[in-house]
C-alpha cells in the first residue's frame, strides 16, 4: 500500500505542473502578442507622422554678384549706396530663372535702391521695408519666368552707405 500511496501523491502533482506549465505558456504568448501590438501600433503612429509631413528640399543660395552700387540725392548732396545680395530658394527651377533674368532682376534692384533716401534708410525700419520691396521685385521677375514666385527670401550680405 505505500506504493499506492505514492502513486496517488505523484500523480496529483503531476496534474498540477502540466496546468501550471500550460497556463504560463498562455500567459508567455499572450504577453508576446500584446507586446508585438502595442509595437506595430507604435511604429506604424510613427511612421504616418512622418509620412505626412515630406522631407523639406533644400535651402539653395544666389549671390548676386557684383554688389549693387548705386548713387541718390540727399539734400544737395550726392550719397551712395553699395549692398550686397543673395537670395535664398527651395526650388532649382527659380535658382535657374534668376540665372537666365539676371540682367532684369539687376535693372529692378538697381532702379529700386536709386530711389531711396539717405533718411529713408538710416534705421533699421528703412532697411527692412527696403529688403520686403527688394524681395517684392525679384519674385515678379522669377514669376513673369516660371509662373510662380519661388523666392522664399531675400538678404542683404553687405549694406553701406556713404
Known amino acids: 500500500m505505500a506504493n499506492a500511496d505514492n502513486r496517488e501523491d505523484e500523480a496529483?502533482?503531476?496534474?498540477?505542473?502540466?496546468?501550471?506549465?500550460?497556463?504560463?505558456?498562455?500567459?508567455?504568448?499572450?504577453?508576446?502578442?500584446?507586446?508585438?501590438?502595442?509595437?506595430?501600433?507604435?511604429?506604424?503612429?510613427?511612421?504616418?507622422?512622418?509620412?505626412?509631413?515630406?522631407?523639406?528640399?533644400?535651402?539653395?543660395?544666389?549671390?548676386?554678384?557684383?554688389?549693387?552700387v548705386v548713387n541718390?540725392?540727399?539734400?544737395?548732396?550726392?550719397?551712395?549706396?553699395?549692398?550686397?545680395?543673395?537670395?535664398m530658394t527651395h526650388d532649382p527651377a527659380a535658382v535657374q530663372a534668376m540665372k537666365e533674368s539676371d540682367p532684369v532682376i539687376r535693372n529692378a534692384l538697381v532702379m529700386l535702391f536709386s530711389s531711396q533716401t539717405y533718411a529713408g534708410l538710416s534705421d533699421i525700419t528703412g532697411k527692412q521695408k527696403l529688403q520686403n520691396q527688394a524681395l517684392d521685385a525679384v519674385r515678379k521677375v522669377v514669376a513673369d519666368k516660371t509662373g510662380k514666385p519661388d523666392v522664399d527670401a531675400l538678404y542683404f550680405t553687405s549694406f553701406v552707405m556713404q
Request: positive net charge.
Open 72 to 87: 541718390f540725392q540727399d539734400q544737395d548732396a550726392t550719397r551712395y549706396l553699395q549692398v550686397g545680395v543673395t537670395v
Open 12 to 68: 496529483p502533482a503531476t496534474t498540477t505542473k502540466k496546468k501550471g506549465g500550460r497556463a504560463m505558456m498562455f500567459a508567455g504568448i499572450a504577453m508576446l502578442v500584446l507586446l508585438g501590438a502595442g509595437g506595430y501600433l507604435y511604429t506604424r503612429g510613427h511612421g504616418a507622422q512622418a509620412a505626412a509631413t515630406p522631407p523639406k528640399p533644400p535651402e539653395l543660395f544666389l549671390p548676386l554678384d557684383p554688389a549693387f
